[in-house]
């Protein structure tokens, strides 16, 4: 009897399974943080391919099912939650299977060449056997031996008919200052009755050479590191393709044109491969990772994944229970919907709506005889070399002062069809110029504007008057590092083009060469402003060149070409078009700026539009352009900020004077406060569809993107919820985070999508694991608000008991709503990664704090099941606590760790002072709360 009790207990008891999960989450966040400061064989070695974490995934396998033994989930017929925690089960073992018998490599080959081998991702010893007149005998044997383990297993091998003793003695970094892989490994292998000691560079991801040894007559070599596999096909790379943005060293995109040959070198079939389009065949994945400097090879990543199919099935298992979780009658979502309804508080609507949410243009006219005749603009570093010799002045010319401050006074509010302009971006979309001037000179300067002048009057003036504007320190730089680098005042945030150019040409070339070689989470924050200053800096000589302006249409081709390029083009017409272009564009912008009169500019302006109507089917409609501009200026997100901070402060008033009355407020009250949050909603909505309809991508691509998205989901929250306490809630919640949407820090431009992100699982994905931010978001501020009606409850106010028993139920609701959003939009991130690069779990810091903050979630849903006597209290200091996962999630790993989806790769970002007041106050209110504690909740 005592056995069986003891079985219970371990294998399926509440009280043992959420120590695990909060055991695992532990974990799990601990090797975020090993990695970001040792890297990723550290995290390994220390957690991932440790045996007690791979034995905490079969225990947690163990539990789930124990648990739903122990519960009486299958007496009870709960075949719902049954199929739903089944499918993690199934989600775990497949896995397992991934873990313990796929695996990743790499595959390098040179233009017109062939090759069907890989080198293995995993370590491993390499043993080459060899003796007079016989085969040479080869072995691998996988390794964890890393300098991070503690644990050096011995291993024997059978060598010529003779036992090889391999016995570790020690690893240890190679170089310990330095994070890389390199480690040295002392091993002593023994043989024949003698012994060796092998000292061996190598590690994970070290092509290691061979140490060897002689034991009577057999020599034995040895490395240490990665391993060569054959494939029973070959590729062949007919050709590497890489596309660099105008004017600069750094690739925007590539891909690998190849064919699969089989083993007698013919042709399967060709195939090309690049982001979102990955090679499967023969149970290997091939996607682009990287390439040669020279540009004549590739470096594919390699991928064979027995357990996918299995995985995939349990997330599916996984959506299909999470829907049927939110309508089974018996379930936990809609008993809180009836205990709600029985305490007089309005039902919920369905949630279906939640799926809704994706010089040289003066040298060209200098070539026809205007201003002067002036040369044609040289190459960028020759420019770079000429503005500095030619520029080195402290203070600008006199006749360039008054220059500039004839373009801010003359042209403002003067250059509507400027805006209106037309143009092609390199990404090919046709944009308004005010949207292209807003983007650009935001990347540039890193503000809206300079100088007193807004986006279209810096733009032009940078375009038609370059020569002003090399010495203008307009190109911001975050780092202290690179403004050492290019000489200038480690304070001073922007530097001048002529700033970065020296006697030996663009001072960061060698630089972006080598940061563009490493890997994207490897890169610390003065790479990534490395390659943030080369993006301005050549958009900055795109303005100054004029290559930026792309607006006449080529025939027969979706294309359209800069002026320098049209008048260089083979297409008479067009040549002709754009030098009578050139040459009344500046006759007329010169007008307007010496003596205001901007007739002439206007008409040249007129006839071009009518000529890019007539020779491109791809121009804006009228509308299209309008709506555009409306967005650049309309200031639309920002201007919802105070009111629903206001209605959620003003709401929460109401509900607090009429829980102290004993008395709910008037239905015209409640009603009203819904009908203006409403309002404010679809205004929201609106603004979020007509980004979607200006940018042609759904609106949740990037940081501030996501936040605009995440306000929208706690409103739609609240909405739903409907009560008093949810719409005041997730009203204050949506002003809070478009106040953090419009902080500094995020860009607020529309950008093109970077390859990956091209995907329709962008819309998915992105849209279902942002929401559930919004919905958890709006349990922190529900415990708040719990919290502190425990710490005014009183025996003379027992209305207020009733009112937290409400608010911990539409609190539980909210969570089970947020947490299921949450797993199945972490679960097709894994599809997603899966097509775009061929594996769906990495244990990237960012998925692992999503699968942290699942782990969280679920343990305080299943809080109940450890029955405290005041588990409301209980509820909400957890709703308070757990949300800390989310801002980890959603903020901490992108500025504080290093993955593929941070910004900062770790780097030490200076914590916001108020977040440390911040927490004391959150745990101060849990102390507060806790002496009026002892509430029990109703059964139901």
């Known amino acids: 009897m005592r056995l069986k009790t003891l079985l219970y207990f371990f294998l399926g008891s509440f009280w043992v399974a959420i120590p695990v999960m909060i055991t695992y989450a532990t974990a799990c966040a601990l090797a975020t943080f090993v990695e970001n400061d040792y890297g990723t064989p550290a995290a390994q070695a220390v957690v991932y391919h440790t045996w007690w974490f791979n034995a905490l995934h079969a225990y947690l396998l163990i539990l789930i099912i124990g648990s739903l033994i122990s519960s009486r989930a299958f007496q009870r017929k709960r075949w719902i939650s049954i199929f739903f925690h089944l499918s993690l089960v199934v989600i775990i073992v497949g896995a397992g299977i991934t873990r313990f018998f796929g695996f990743e490599a790499t595959m390098h080959i040179r233009e017109d060449a062939t090759s069907n081998a890989i080198t293995t991702s995993d370590t491993y010893l390499n043993i080459q056997a060899s003796k007079p007149d016989t085969p040479p005998l080869h072995f691998a044997l996988k390794s964890a031996l890393s300098p991070f383990s503690r644990h050096l297993p011995k291993q024997r091998l059978s060598v010529f008919d003779q036992p090889l003793l391999l016995e570790p003695l020690s690893v240890r970094k190679q170089n310990p200052d330095k994070k890389d892989n390199h480690a040295l490994l002392q091993l002593k292998v023994s043989y024949q009755g003698q012994s060796h000691i092998y000292a061996i560079v190598g590690g994970p991801g070290i092509e290691s050479q061979d140490v060897s040894a002689d034991f009577q007559g057999v020599r034995i070599a040895i490395n240490w590191g990665v391993t060569t596999k054959k494939l029973p096909f070959a590729l062949k790379l007919k050709r590497f393709e890489l596309e660099r943005y105008p004017g600069s060293m750094s690739p925007s995109s590539y891909a690998s044109e190849v064919e699969i040959l089989d083993n007698q070198g013919k042709l399967i079939k060709p195939y090309r491969i690049f982001m979102n389009h990955v090679l499967d065949y023969g149970g290997y994945r091939f996607f682009q990772s990287s390439y040669d400097r020279d540009e004549k090879g590739t470096i594919l990543s390699v991928n064979k994944d027995p ?13 299909l229970g999470a829907i049927a979780l939110l309508f089974g009658r018996s379930g936990r979502f809609q008993r809180l919907s009836l205990f709600l309804k029985s305490q007089n508080i309005a039902g919920l609507f369905l949630l279906g709506m939640l799926a809704l949410g994706g010089t040289h243009l003066r040298a060209e006219a200098g070539k026809i005889d205007m201003h002067g005749g002036k040369p044609e603009a040289t190459p960028l570093n020759d420019m770079g070399k000429a503005a500095l010799e030619k520029e080195k002045i402290a203070t600008l010319h006199a006749g360039i002062i008054q220059r500039m401050k004839n373009l801010k006074a003359h042209s403002k509010g003067k250059l509507g069809k400027f805006q209106r302009l037309q143009v092609q971006g390199f990404d090919g979309r046709i944009k308004p110029l005010d949207t292209l001037s807003m983007d650009l000179i935001h990347k540039i300067t890193h503000h809206d504007g300079f100088k007193g002048m807004d986006n279209i009057q810096v733009m032009l003036g940078m375009m038609l008057y370059p020569d002003d504007y090399k010495s203008i320190k307009m190109i911001y730089t975050s780092t202290h590092k690179l403004r050492r680098i290019l000489g200038v005042p480690p304070n001073q945030a922007r530097v001048a083009f002529v700033d970065i150019f020296g006697p030996h040409g663009y001072k960061l070339q060698n630089y972006v060469e080598e940061i563009n070689q490493k890997a994207p989470k490897d890169r610390d924050e003065f790479d990534k ?39 260089k083009s083979s297409d008479a017409p067009l040549a002709k078009e754009a030098r009578e272009f050139l040459r009344a564009l500046f006759v007329g912008f010169d007008a307007g700026v010496d003596s205001n009169q901007w007739d002439k500019v206007n008409q040249t302006l007129d006839a071009l539009g009518a000529y890019q109507r007539a020779h491109s089917s791809l121009v804006l409609s009228p509308a299209k352009i309008n709506a555009e501009i409306f967005l650049n200026h309309s200031n639309f997100f920002n201007m919802l900020t105070l009111p629903y901070i206001l209605l959620g402060l003003l709401l929460l008033g109401v509900v607090l004077v009429a829980t102290f009355k004993n008395k709910p407020p008037k239905a015209w009250v409640h009603w009203g406060f819904y009908g203006a949050l409403l309002l404010l909603a679809l205004a929201h909505t609106a603004g979020l569809l007509l980004r979607w309809y200006v940018s042609e991508h759904s609106p949740w691509s990037n940081a501030y993107e996501s ?32 106040f953090v949407a419009h902080l500094g820090f995020m860009d607020p431009q ?5 390859p990956v992100l091209k995907s329709y699982w962008l819309n998915i994905h992105v849209s279902i694991i942002t929401a ?9 501020i529900l415990g708040i608000l719990t919290l502190l009606l425990f710490v005014l409850r009183s025996p003379k106010r027992p ?7 409400s608010l911990s139920a539409i609190n539980e609701m909210g969570m089970i709503l947020g947490l299921l959003l949450l797993s199945v939009g972490n679960f097709l991130g894994g599809v997603w990664a899966n097509e775009s690069w061929g594996r769906y779990w990495g244990w990237d810091a960012k998925e692992t704090w999503a699968l942290i903050s699942i782990a969280v979630y679920a343990v305080i849903l299943h809080l109940r099941f450890l029955r405290f006597e005041f588990m409301p209290f209980v509820f909400a200091s957890a709703s308070v606590v757990g949300f800390y996962s989310i801002l980890m999630t959603y903020f901490g790993v992108n500025y504080y760790l290093s993955g593929m989806h941070s910004y900062a790769a770790g780097d030490p970002v200076p914590i916001p002072s108020f977040l440390y007041f911040f927490v004391a106050g959150t745990l101060l209110l849990i102390v507060a709360a806790s002496w009026k504690r002892q509430l029990v909740m109703p059964k139901f």
């Not at 995440?710 to 997730?730: E, F, Y």
């Not at 529309?750 to 970077?754: E, T």
């Open 799 to 805: 209305n207020i008991d009733t009112t937290i028993c």
């Open 707 to 738: 936040m605009l998205y995440i306000a929208w989901a706690a409103i739609v929250a609240g909405l739903i919820l409907r009560s008093n306490l949810a719409l005041c809630a997730s009203s204050f919640l949506g002003g809070i985070a478009l």
């Open 772 to 780: 559930s931010y919004g919905f958890l978001g709006l349990c922190f």
């Open 529 to 567: 402003d490395i390659l943030r200053v080369d993006e301005r800096v050549n958009w900055v000589y795109t303005i100054f060149s004029g290559a930026i302006l792309k607006i006449f249409p080529e025939k027969n081709s979706n294309s359209w070409l800069s002026p320098a390029d049209a008048i």
């Open 750 to 754: 529309i950008g093109n999508l970077v």
């Open 307 to 319: 357990g996918k199919p299995i995985t995939y099935l349990g997330y599916a298992g996984l959506i």
